[in-house]
């Protein structure tokens, strides 16, 4: 059967299209990869086109109904609507990671098409069949209302600027190319001679597989090689997916495929092939038996000594991690109120647009490892250790990175293409379905915590938070999370006594890992919620009795007595309550309950000591003036490119424009540790400025040189070096184009490595308005004030797009996110966009943000980091509004409507 | 309007839709990826697109691909093909009869092709018999050298090359 159809105005002829979707035509057979694959299954808006004049999710339309038709896509650069949107988006800021981009652009193109003047609610009930994990939608409406033409009023936070690259915005790195659909991810390259991988996965939530029979699977025409848990090879140690560096001297107990499955997303084989098509088949076509062992989802229980062991002897990953500062239980005698209570977070996914996917190369001697990874060097590391291969064989690259927030931070199917790299001594992909992302990638760790505090004088004088971690199967980063958790106790409230203690268990779920925050948002929706009860308890003011207690400028780190960069948590609280107009914690109309919420928190900047966290960077003047900077920064949408940029332009003077930073690459980069703990800001760019001060006083020493001069009369101001008089003695350029030409002939260059100090706060202040719907018990978050106190902003419109990008997550977080199982079975539960609900952008409430623009003493130019902060103190806030609007408790989240209306009666 | 091609490719029948004015070298390259045969000039001058041809030599940027119904076409994927390399292929490595490796896939299959001729040819036949492919790097010592190791049958087969 052969189709006939228009896709952008060119006639386009197909046959034999079996049962193809329309998104696979126009990726596999007509190279138009701008439309992407988030889900297949119509969920998530990223693969949209349009199709005579409507709105459709290209992989929901099957090629064999196109016959006549016209579509348009993202490369239809002719139509000046497209365009006008592509360049709206890029320059309000819409665009981060870049993986929603071009679908949601024709839902704005068909947004405008049928109403050219739409309120912003009606861009946002258009957009809602489009999902996006990193912007909160705020500036992908912005720019649509702009390309409306409408004179758009909405007040943006306001940064100091120096000589002009700080302070002042630009879109993320590549967001035009972003915009036009052009910006390869890695399922949009070209590999010649790819091979496929696909997955076999555990047929049950924990048992053991007892026979399997590749046999059949091996006879498909097309097949490659198959490995499985029952191979006794290399491939068969053990391993533990977060190690960063062979010195790490972690509990290693997960296999590649594991015999004994131990969650519903654990591998049990894997199946190279010549296509993805047959490689699915052939993992169909494994045969094997398995019997099943008790499944524990639930942490009490598999604490529980006569609990079926998951690991080895117990189900106890780590105990007794924690630590006291001064004596909590004397003090708590001292004290004239006690507060006890127990909170519960759950588990929550990445949900980034961008499935896990990987290509890799093996040459017989190089694995070369093609991915959208947060962290080039830790997985080197990890796949030198799994392999047995030295540094210099392997070779990480990292690819465009549609969302990771943690996810892309731990190896997921990395390792499993690199395998089959190996086995096949070729080029091996393998693509994770959105179905398999939520089965086998990571969560963030449930935990159960019990705050304790006690007060004396309106103050804390003592306080323990004991927390129960569910790590799912394996240990992967159970004591850095322990640490992580524990840490933002100490940065908060000043009181003399304070300890922690962290328990982590084993269950038959999803293996937690690193997910934006990292153990913040657990614990500050825990304290923070803790407080509000309290207060609500005794009456007080929860705005007032934090202003008593808050750590402020000069506080002092409680656990290491260091003290703190930069406090300003305080004005960050008040500001935001000068920002709400409604100064009441309570109301009702006839339909609806009213709340105020607040919470404050904290997040760290990086990882601190012990653990090596250092960047090394080096920058080099090339001879036109332009400069090359090497340092190993992921950008992942986030903006850390021109985080970098910004830096090293302002110290050395010159336009944003002419610095370069590498991608990272192992072969040719510097080290750092990879892009988490909110680390890139305080640590790179930290790094890069130090070694653009250093080069600074490499080009004086340089001309001082050649101009003979005496060094201390020189100076360097924007590119040139003048004496302190005022006379110009010579450009940079004009000094680097000297050395590389005459003797003695070098490049101006300047190498640094630096360490992380201290681990300073980021700090944050979330007041929202929620109101409750008295009929149906549905919440609509109406209004959320943000106040961070993040240093100096380098990028406001990307500081300001992280912070609305952390709200969605935050928000999802409180009231509508978890991932779910079968009580029985363990089955896992939300396996798609449908039953793993993320805020729409209709969903969204309506955000303010501001900043206390203070810089902090330590921060590369006053700056420090907002990435993970951005979400820490939303859950609490919003909680809080329910609880105030409706008199609950609620001490669990998510709350979900069904929660509201078991509590309302209705 | 497309062709359908039929030919055995390494062994291997295959169909192809072709233009009809498409060159064997770009259905090699562009439509069957294999991506061994290289282009060096686009005008039969320099071998770099060197193909086996029903057991001859040829140039495949010169070869009408529409004419090749039927034929029996050996890459130089071929020889390499369980893995193992064939030992006109090591004895190139050994003598360092390759630096930058662009001629050596048409050298490599002049080299073998000729062997298989001419069992024992002499030097000069050996310059001879692989004076249709240029090398800008080596200078040919090394290449006709790796031919004669081959030639004084240095390297055993080892089952390389399924013939
Ligand atoms: S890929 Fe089509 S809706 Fe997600
Ligand atoms: S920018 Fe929307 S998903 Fe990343
Ligand atoms: S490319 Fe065919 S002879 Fe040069
Ligand atoms: S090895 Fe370079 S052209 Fe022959």
């Not at chain 1, 199709?51 to 290209?58: A, K, N, Q």
């Not at chain 1, 969650?263 to 049990?268: C, L, Q, S, W």
């Not at chain 1, 948002?521 to 008593?548: M, S, W």
């Not at chain 2, 310059?127 to 004084?152: H, M």
């Amino acid at each position: 059967m052969t189709v006939n159809f228009k896709v952008n105005n060119k006639k386009v002829e197909i046959k034999d299209l079996d049962n193809l979707s329309l998104l696979k035509i126009l990726r596999e057979h007509l190279s138009l990869k701008g439309a992407k694959c988030g889900c297949k299954t119509g969920d998530c808006g990223t693969c949209s086109v349009i199709i005579d004049g409507e709105l459709v999710r290209s992989c929901l339309v099957l090629g064999k109904n196109l016959e006549g038709k016209s579509i348009k896509t993202i490369e239809y650069y002719k139509d000046e609507k497209i365009r006008e949107l592509q360049e709206t988006f890029t320059r309000s800021g819409a665009i981060q990671c870049g993986f929603c981009t071009p679908g949601m652009i024709m839902a704005a193109y068909s947004i405008l098409e049928k109403n050219p003047k739409p309120t912003k609610k009606e861009i946002r009930e258009g957009l809602k069949y489009n999902l996006c994990r990193c912007t909160g939608y705020e500036k992908i409406v912005d720019a649509i209302y702009d390309a409306s033409g409408q004179v758009n009023t909405k007040k943006h936070i306001i940064a100091s600027v120096f000589k002009g690259n700080i302070g002042t915005s630009k879109p993320v790195q590549a967001a035009l190319e972003k915009a036009e659909g052009k910006f390869e991810y890695t399922d949009d390259l070209v590999f010649n001679n790819l091979y496929h991988g696909k997955i076999l996965f555990a047929p049950s939530a924990h048992g053991y597989i007892t026979k399997m029979n590749i046999e059949e699977a091996k006879k498909i025409e097309g097949v490659l090689d198959i490995v499985t848990c029952m191979d006794q090879e290399y491939w068969s140690k053990d391993f533990n997916c977060h190690i960063t560096s062979p010195f790490e001297k972690l509990v290693r107990n997960e296999k590649m495929f594991n015999r004994h499955f131990r969650y519903d997303g654990d591998k049990i084989a894997a199946v190279v092939a010549i296509s993805e098509e047959i490689a699915q088949k052939a993992v169909k076509a494994i045969e094997y038996e398995f019997k099943t062992y008790p499944v524990i989802l639930d942490v009490k229980k598999a604490m529980k000594d006569d609990s079926y062991p998951i690991q080895k002897d117990n189900n106890i990953a780590a105990r007794n991690i924690g630590y006291e500062i001064g004596n909590v239980e004397d003090a708590y005698k001292d004290c004239d109120i006690l507060f006890e209570k127990e909170y519960h977070t759950q588990k929550q996914s990445h949900g980034m647009m961008e499935p896990h996917i990987a290509v890799a190369n093996y040459d017989g001697e190089i694995l070369t490892l093609y991915a959208p990874t947060q962290n080039v060097f830790g997985f080197r590391s990890l796949m030198t250790e799994i392999f047995d291969l030295p540094y210099n064989k392997v070779r990480v690259i990292k690819t465009n990175i549609g969302g990771a927030f943690g996810a892309k931070s731990e190896v997921v199917v990395e390792h499993i293409a690199s395998l089959l790299a190996i086995r096949v001594k070729g080029t091996v992909k393998v693509n994770l379905s959105r179905k398999e992302e939520f089965l086998c990638g990571k969560t963030r760790t449930a935990i159960d915590f019990n705050v304790k505090f006690g007060v004396k004088n309106g103050k804390f004088k003592s306080m323990g938070i004991d927390a129960v971690l569910d790590r799912g199967g394996y240990y992967g980063s159970t004591i850095d999370l322990c640490y992580a958790w524990m840490d933002k106790v100490y940065k908060l409230y000043e009181c003399e006594n304070i300890k922690t203690n962290t328990i982590a268990i084993y269950t038959n779920t999803q293996n937690s890992g690193a997910v934006r925050g990292y153990g913040a948002p657990q614990v500050n929706f825990a304290r923070e919620t803790a407080i509000n009860d309290y207060c609500r308890d005794q009456g007080l003011d929860k705005i007032q009795f934090r202003l008593d207690n808050l750590f402020e400028q000069g506080s002092k780190d409680i656990a290491t007595k260091e003290t703190m960069t930069s406090v300003y948590v305080k004005d960050c609280l008040t500001r935001a309550y000068e920002m709400i107009e409604e100064k009441r914690n309570k109301w009702e109309d006839e339909n609806y309950y009213y709340g105020l919420g607040v919470a404050v928190g904290v997040h760290g900047n990086g990882i601190g000591l012990p653990v090596a966290d250092f960047a090394s960077s080096s920058i080099k003047y090339c001879a036109d003036g332009s400069v090359i900077v090497n340092t190993t920064v992921h950008d992942m949408g986030q903006g850390s490119t021109i985080m970098i940029k910004k830096i090293v332009a302002e110290v050395l003077g010159i336009d944003d424009d002419l610095v370069t930073v590498l991608n990272p690459d192992t072969n040719s980069n510097y080290y750092s540790n990879g892009a988490y703990a909110t680390r890139e800001t305080w640590v790179n760019g930290n790094s890069v400025k130090a070694a653009a001060d250093e080069l600074i006083k490499v080009i004086i020493n340089e001309t001082a040189e050649i101009h003979e001069k005496n060094i201390e009369d020189l100076i360097y101001l924007d590119g040139k070096i003048a004496t302190k008089a005022g006379d110009l003695v010579a450009t940079a350029a004009e000094v680097v184009l000297h050395r590389m030409h005459k003797p003695p002939f070098k490049e101006i260059e300047a190498t640094v490595h630096f360490t992380n100090p201290q681990v300073p706060g980021s700090y944050m202040a979330n007041i929202v308005i929620s109101k409750v719907d008295k009929k149906t018990g549905e919440v609509k978050v109406e209004k959320l004030i943000a106040v961070h106190d993040v240093g100096r902003a380098i990028n406001p419109m990307m500081l300001e797009g992280q912070i609305e990008g952390g709200i969605h997550m935050g928000l999802g977080f409180a009231i509508s996110e978890e991932v779910k199982y079968d009580k029985k079975t363990g089955k896992l539960e939300t396996i798609n966009f449908k039953k793993y609900k993320m805020f729409r952008a209709n969903d969204m409430p309506e955000i303010h943000i501001e900043i206390v623009n203070k810089p902090d003493s330590v921060g590369p130019l006053g700056a420090k980091g907002v990435g993970e902060a951005a979400l820490t103190a939303v859950a609490p806030a919003v909680i809080d509004s329910i609880n105030e609007a409706i008199g609950s408790n609620f001490n669990k989240i998510p709350v979900l409507q069904k929660d509201i209306q078991e509590f309302l009666g209705l | 309007m497309k062709l359908m091609l039929n030919m055995t490719i390494n062994n291997e029948k295959i169909s192809v839709e072709i233009e009809p004015d498409s060159r064997l070298l770009d259905v090699l390259r562009d439509d069957l990826g294999l991506l061994g045969t290289k282009e060096g000039c686009g005008v039969g001058e320099c071998g770099a697109c060197t193909v086996i041809i029903d057991g001859k030599t040829a140039n495949s940027c010169v070869t009408l691909a529409a004419s090749m119904e039927g034929c029996d076409i050996k890459t130089i994927e071929y020889l390499s093909k369980n893995g193992k390399l064939h030992p006109m292929q090591k004895s190139f490595i050994d003598n360092s009869a390759l630096q930058c490796g662009f001629c050596t896939p048409g050298f490599v299959l002049s080299g073998v092709n000729l062997l298989e001729r001419n069992p024992n040819p002499t030097e000069e036949e050996i310059k001879e018999g692989i004076s249709g492919n240029i090398c800008r790097c080596t200078g040919y010592e090394q290449i006709v050298k790796a031919v004669e190791d081959v030639r004084d049958e240095k390297y055993i087969k080892d089952g390389a090359c399924d013939e």
